[in-house]
T-cell receptor, first 110, second 114 residues
Framework: GNSVTQMEGPVTLSEEAFLTINCTYT??????LFWYVQYPGEGLQLLLK?????DKGSNKGFEATYRKETTSFHLEKGSVQVSDSAVYFC?????????FGTGTSLTVIP | EAGVAQSPRYKIIEKRQSVAFWCNPI?????LYWYQQILGQGPKLLIQ????????DSQLPKDRFSAERLKGVDSTLKIQPAKLEDSAVYLC????????????FGPGTRLTVL
């Protein structure tokens, strides 16, 4: 099948802590992988993406590496800030088939 | 550059009533998507248009949901009649040409069916 599985939340971290949100996918073919972020009261925004194996997407201090051998695209940030509090969605796209994970809510406390 | 516009932002109706949502994509974007996001879940694709043609509507409940994009620009999504389980946020997104291109999302319409 085709699906995206991501770590369940909610996740609560202290400011400057290390963040990992796990994401694994199943897909036929070679999907592109994405992380979208939804800040409170706003629409989804693309955070980063990777289009082929071993690519690393990065933005705003967040990184994720496309691991074909483990079918994973885990999101990491070395030092989170209060402003990173949001819901994070992993997604994959194979051609016209676009699938999102269920989202992981992150709250960063000062 | 203006983003994806949606209206209304909020709608409350009773079950068995009808409702329509409107989306104006980013200018020049050929591909338009409608998603349903139920509370606590990720967005689920309902329908995808390429210009004014339907590319994928396999997850659209066609007995009650319909969508159109007659001139290849604006789009409307209609629910008739609504059920309680249709309560969700309806998201519209657009991309330049679809495929692997980034999708830009509108703010969504929050529908509550009582």
């Amino acid at each position: 099948g085709n699906s995206v599985t991501q770590m369940e939340g909610p996740v609560t971290l202290s400011e400057e802590a290390f963040l990992t949100i796990n994401c694994t996918y199943t897909a036929t073919g070679y999907p592109s992988l994405f992380w979208y972020v939804q800040y409170p009261g706003e629409g989804l925004q693309l955070l980063l993406k990777a289009t082929k194996a071993d690519d690393k997407g990065s933005n705003k201090g967040f990184e994720a590496t496309y691991r074909k051998e483990t079918t994973s695209f885990h999101l990491e940030k070395g030092s989170v800030q209060v402003s990173d509090s949001a819901v994070y969605f992993c997604a994959r796209n194979t051609g016209n088939q676009f699938y999102f994970g269920t989202g992981t809510s992150l709250t960063v406390i000062p | 550059e203006a983003g994806v516009a949606q209206s209304p932002r909020y709608k409350i109706i009773e079950k068995r009533q009808s409702v329509a949502f409107w989306c104006n994509p980013i200018s020049g974007h050929a591909t338009l998507y409608w998603y349903q996001q139920i509370l606590g879940q990720g967005p689920k694709l309902l329908i995808q248009f390429q210009n004014n043609g339907v590319v994928d509507d396999s997850q659209l409940p066609k007995d009650r949901f319909s969508a159109e994009r007659l001139k290849g620009v604006d789009s409307t999504l209609k629910i008739q009649p609504a059920k309680l389980e249709d309560s969700a946020v309806y998201l519209c997104a657009s991309s330049l040409t679809g495929g692997y291109n980034e999708q830009f999302f509108g703010p969504g319409t929050r529908l509550t069916v009582l």
